[in-house]
């Protein structure tokens, strides 16, 4: 199974909620997980900064084989580049796209 978390609010307990619940689902023996990964753009972006709010949360995921990437537009909305994240966060050309193509690949959408 393949899993692709949302990350597009601003408000940080629902930013929270939303990682809390990929890390909740690694630890979850009761399904056989291929994939998690999680696609933040907009106002979501904030836990991939290196030092955003909620980045360490994001780096202790990285550690439990979560893949994060970051939309480009945004990036580029919000004058941010690469090094500005998260070591280990990759950088999408857009978050609506990536989206698209992990559900045509089979992903189970989730947006807390």
């Given at each position: 199974?393949?899993?692709?978390f ?6 940080p ?10 890390e ?5 023996d ?22 955003g ?15 994060f ?11 941010l ?21 992990l ?10």
């Amino acid at each position: 199974m393949q899993t692709v978390f949302h990350l597009i609010q601003s408000d940080p307990e629902n930013r929270k909620t939303a990682l809390t619940i990929a890390e909740n689902l690694t630890e979850d023996d009761s399904v056989d997980m291929d994939a998690i990964e999680v696609i933040a753009q907009a106002d979501g972006i904030e836990p991939l900064k290196s030092d955003g709010e909620g980045s360490d949360h994001v780096r202790s995921l990285l550690d439990d084989g979560v893949a994060f990437k970051a939309c480009g537009n945004t990036l580029d909305m919000e004058d941010l580049d690469e090094t500005d994240l998260v070591d280990g966060v990759e950088a999408v050309p857009s978050g609506a796209g990536e989206l698209t193509r992990l559900q045509d690949e089979g992903y189970s959408y989730i947006r807390p």
